[in-house]
């Protein structure tokens, strides 16, 4: 399961942080996670909480915020731009799961709602990331 792995990797990021801030305790973190990353939002949160109950004075009732952030795309052809979110209702459960385990199958699915061209890139909403870091000095 991944999210252990991402799980360690926001606390080892949380603390580096907090020693390069010379911060003596850590009271906020907020993750982002791309609308098209393969993960769980609830699972993750459940895990960073159980790896949160081991940790040091530091990162002891630290706030963690996970926030989605949005699927967008660009067109090639038009530049235009597009949210994932207004294009997945012409999708069905299978083409939509589809781009969420493999984000470059959407080029299968989806065209530019204005153009109608196939050539586009996914401009956001891939990854997870530790967007910011708060805490006492």
Do not use: Y
């Not at 630290?62 to 999708?91: D, M, Q, T, Y």
Request: hydrophobic share 40%.
């Amino acid at each position: 399961m991944h999210e252990w792995a991402l799980a360690d990797a926001v606390i080892t990021t949380a603390k580096k942080v907090a020693q390069e801030e010379n911060l003596i305790k850590v009271t906020e973190i907020v993750v982002k996670i791309g609308e098209l990353q393969t993960i769980s939002k609830e699972i993750f949160d459940t895990v960073l909480q159980e790896v949160l109950k081991n940790q040091p004075e530091l990162l002891k009732d630290v706030e963690c915020k996970l926030e989605i952030e949005p699927a967008g795309f660009k067109c090639r052809n038009c530049s235009h731009e597009w949210l994932f979110s207004e294009v997945k209702r012409g999708l069905d459960d299978d083409e939509t799961e589809s781009i969420h385990f493999i984000p470059e199958t959407a080029h299968v699915f989806l065209k530019c709602p204005n153009c109608k061209s196939p050539d586009f890139e996914i401009v956001k909403g891939r990854g997870i990331w530790v967007d910011s870091i708060e805490g006492e000095k």
